[in-house]
């Protein structure tokens, strides 16, 4: 069992919807959470961190963190098609210094 | 603030040759850690350095080895390519090593293919 598991997707939705990206990790020590949007051929670019339980709103972004059903969200609302991108989920281990465990990756299309 | 920077950018190696990239990080930022993505493996954690110490250590084997600097510029060494060695390797440096509201921010990477 991968520590941090996504769905590969792709994913599409169309223009203006919400798109709902998952991802699950095993590691309970697992404390910070964090999303990344990597577009093809460039670099992991971080949109959202999460440390506790709930909702975290940024624009067109929430990220959401339930930590005891080990699961974190994304929400990207009003979706443009500038949005698709692969959204990678990362998590970080409390006492781990700044190692971040990556999931595969969620490929998110946004169709006009 | 400038980004994170990595140099060279692009990198073409021949089996059996070493190499040396380079990170610059974040002005300010102390922490840099290295990590190597592939569309077999994705994103994997190599080293992260604070300090011009070792913090962590992935799983990968000892041909692969860093180090950092008094201006917490970090360099990554691996000898002797192999083929699976071919990826993009990731710098991304962080305010503070340890804590758990830091992030981390990569840099555009190095693509390096071993022919």
């Known amino acids: 069992q991968k520590e941090v598991e996504q769905n590969s997707g792709p994913l599409s939705v169309p223009e203006g919807a919400i798109a709902s990206l998952n991802c699950t990790y095993s590691?309970?020590?697992?404390?910070?959470f964090f999303w990344y949007r990597q577009y093809s051929g460039k670099s992991p670019e971080l949109i959202m961190s999460?440390?506790?339980?709930g909702d975290k709103e940024d624009g067109r972004f929430t990220a959401q963190l339930n930590k005891a059903s080990q699961y974190v969200s994304l929400l990207i609302r009003d979706s443009q098609p500038s949005d698709s991108a692969t959204y990678l989920c990362?998590?970080?281990?409390?006492?781990?210094?700044?190692?971040?465990?990556f999931g595969t990756g969620t490929q998110l299309k946004v169709e006009l | 603030k400038a980004g994170v920077t990595q140099t060279p950018r692009y990198l073409i190696k021949t089996r059996g040759q070493q190499v040396t990239l380079s990170c610059s990080p974040i002005?300010?930022?102390?922490?840099v850690s290295w990590y190597q993505q592939t569309p077999g493996q994705g994103l994997q954690f190599l080293f992260e350095?604070?300090?011009?110490?070792?913090?962590n250590k992935g799983n990968f084997p000892g041909r692969f080895s860093g180090r950092q600097f008094s201006n917490s510029r970090s360099e990554m060494n691996v000898s002797t390519l192999e083929l699976g060695d071919s990826a993009l390797y990731l710098c991304?440096?962080?305010?503070?090593?340890?804590?758990?509201?830091?992030?981390?921010?990569f840099g555009p990477g190095t693509r390096l293919t071993v022919t």
């Open positions: 991304a440096s962080s305010l503070e090593a340890s804590g758990w509201d830091y992030e981390q921010y």
């Open positions: 590691d309970r020590g697992s404390q910070s």
């Open positions: 999460i440390y506790s339980n």
């Open positions: 990362a998590g970080r281990v409390t006492g781990g210094g700044n190692k971040l465990t």
């Open positions: 002005s300010g930022h102390r922490s």
């Open positions: 350095y604070f300090s011009e110490t070792q913090r």
